[in-house]
């Protein structure tokens, strides 16, 4: 599992050439907006998937399409327009928009895939699925802590593989390894000797090595999240919660 560490406590200003999605779909240029929805129900729909599976008891395939259908109808009736991120943050406010919507899904029909000319990217229910069932949720766990937590899992595993993708296309694979084997363990992790003795290293260059891969992952994580959030206010509550830091104010 990630580790905070005094590399993500770099306290750098935030770039501001970086747009909300949430206001980007609200936009009349067809591409910006089908590019901020597409952010939006990538950064979402796995959370969304799994909560009514859980709160709502419904099957696979009445999750599959009530997940689309909610996404269709959110952008149908332009649902965000009317986030405002004073009273909630936008997955609080997602989520009761989703409780709203499956209330009045009764009947089988109802469900038709709308969204106003929105394409929807290809959503992997099939792994999806596969997740679910080795996901452990305690006794107490509520389904508004299932779905926050199942966001965050999804939301950083994302932003992994931007790393990997981005890492991968510079020749740095290397490098994503070592960040992986270091950093995303769960369990015991091997120690940055142990590392260096392995890929025939030196110590100094593994520590070089996963300080600079983790300032880039940083950087990714701050870049997604400015994308999912509205204001700068909120942006500097969402680093300080899920990374620990705080963003001085631009």
Not at 16 to 43: C, F, G, M, P, Y
Not at 124 to 144: H, I, K, M, R, Y
Request: hydrophobic share 40%.
């Amino acid at each position: 599992m990630l580790q905070k560490s005094n590399d993500l406590h770099d306290q750098n200003a935030f770039p501001k050439t970086r747009w909300s999605a949430i206001l980007a779909a609200r936009s009349d240029d067809e591409h910006e907006r089908q590019r901020a929805l597409s952010l939006i129900v990538e950064s979402y729909w796995k959370a969304i998937y799994f909560y009514i599976r859980m709160k709502w008891n419904k099957s696979g395939e009445d999750a599959q399409d009530l997940t689309q259908a909610f996404f269709s109808k959110a952008i149908e009736k332009d649902y965000f327009d009317r986030y405002e991120p004073q009273k909630a943050r936008f997955r609080t406010f997602l989520r009761t928009c989703l409780d709203g919507f499956i209330a009045n899904e009764n009947k089988a029909e109802q469900r038709i895939k709308r969204g106003g000319g929105f394409v929807f990217q290809s959503l992997d229910f099939e792994n999806a699925d596969g997740e679910l069932q080795s996901v452990e949720v305690a006794d107490d766990t509520t389904p508004e802590q299932f779905f926050e937590r199942e966001w965050l899992r999804h939301f950083f595993s994302v932003a992994v593989q931007a790393l990997k993708s981005e890492l991968t296309l510079k020749g740095k694979s290397l490098q994503f390894e070592l960040f992986q084997r270091y950093d995303l363990q769960n369990d015991v992790r091997e120690t940055y000797d142990a590392l260096a003795a392995e890929f025939n290293l030196p110590v100094t260059q593994v520590t070089n090595y996963l300080a600079a891969t983790r300032r880039q992952f940083r950087q990714i994580v701050l870049n997604k999240l400015r994308e999912l959030t509205v204001s700068e206010e909120e942006f500097r509550l969402e680093a300080r919660s899920l990374l620990g830091i705080s963003i001085s104010p631009e």
